[in-house]
């Protein structure tokens, strides 16, 4: 096929070929959108409604839950609609909007995950310059370059991406269009997506970096406190941010620096979940429904609406 329309169809790869299989494909990951949709509507409510949350951590936490919303809800719904149905197909126009939507998502992600290192960091080794580093309009700032970062990657990616005729059957072995899977289908090297993808995995290791730096000046720190009770506390929030962040760009990694695939791999499939589901779902437990502030402020809305209902 050398021109694309949009009446072009992809065929996206399936998870099984046996039709129980994709029923109980189509559960799982129901279940783990509908935990990931509930975990993060409660985290941007809370955040939202209580006014003792409308602080620097709790204002990049909100954004947090709403762009997991978003980039679980780009791939995960279609994927289940499409082995309820039995089929593996998406449009043209569906397979750019995720495209565009997934870079979109992910590297504000990226981006945000790194500014809310940077915000531990200041808290904790820093704590009396806190307030003036981390201002209101600061924090705005930050969100809005990570919004404007991801625009820009997104634009760079998709024009690239669609940009070389594609040859063969538009098989896609993914299940989701993801970049890889479409380079493997261009009839030549797609030399300028491929510079874009090494400029955007340059960036993300140098976020990754950084994380890693602010955390080890965080471990520090926490190190030389003489209350084991703040050592475990500080150590029991920042290892898990760390794993979640680490296990997100690690898979996202493997999938980008592998050579181009020629037929449909299940390792692809399994580790495609591990940066596309798995994030969405577990950074609302581990970044805020374990706080006690937000446990806090969970029991005062359902005392309020008790109130409300009585």
């Not at 475990?232 to 996202?252: E, N």
């Not at 592998?258 to 437990?285: A, E, G, H, I, Q």
Request: net charge positive; with cysteine.
């Amino acid at each position: 096929m050398d021109n694309l329309t949009s009446g072009s169809t992809f065929f996206l790869a399936r998870f099984s070929d046996v039709q129980d299989m994709q029923i109980l494909h189509a559960t799982i990951f129901l279940m783990l959108y509908l935990a990931a949709l509930l975990g993060n509507l409660l985290i941007i409510t809370l955040t939202t409604k209580d006014h003792r949350l409308h602080t620097p951590m709790y204002f990049f936490l909100k954004n947090l839950s709403f762009l997991d919303l978003c980039l679980i809800s780009i791939t995960v719904p279609k994927s289940i609609t499409n082995s309820l149905t039995n089929r593996n197909t998406i449009s043209f126009l569906g397979c750019v909007s995720q495209v565009f939507f997934f870079f979109l998502l992910a590297t504000t992600e990226v981006a945000l995950l790194t500014v809310m290192s940077y915000d531990r960091y200041v808290a904790i080794c820093h704590p009396l310059r806190y307030e003036l580093i981390m201002s209101h309009e600061g924090c705005v700032q930050m969100v809005v370059s990570s919004w404007v970062s991801g625009g820009l990657n997104a634009v760079l990616h998709t024009v690239a991406t669609f940009s070389v005729p594609l040859c063969g059957s538009l098989d896609v072995h993914q299940f989701f269009c993801d970049v890889p899977q479409l380079l493997s289908l261009a009839c030549s090297y797609n030399v300028g997506e491929l510079v874009v993808i090494g400029l955007s995995l340059v960036l993300d290791f140098g976020c990754f970096v950084f994380i890693d730096i602010s955390y080890i000046r965080i471990f520090c720190t926490v190190l030389k406190m003489p209350s084991r009770e703040g050592k475990s506390k500080a150590f029991s929030t920042c290892l898990p941010h760390l794993i979640v962040v680490t296990l997100f760009l690690s898979s996202g990694f493997f999938a980008y620096l592998r050579p181009l695939p020629k037929s449909l791999s299940k390792t692809d499939l399994f580790v495609s979940v591990f940066y596309t589901v798995v994030p969405p779902t577990l950074n609302p437990l581990i970044y805020s429904l374990r706080n006690k502030d937000m446990k806090v402020a969970l029991r005062n809305l359902r005392m309020g609406r008790c109130h409300l209902s009585n």
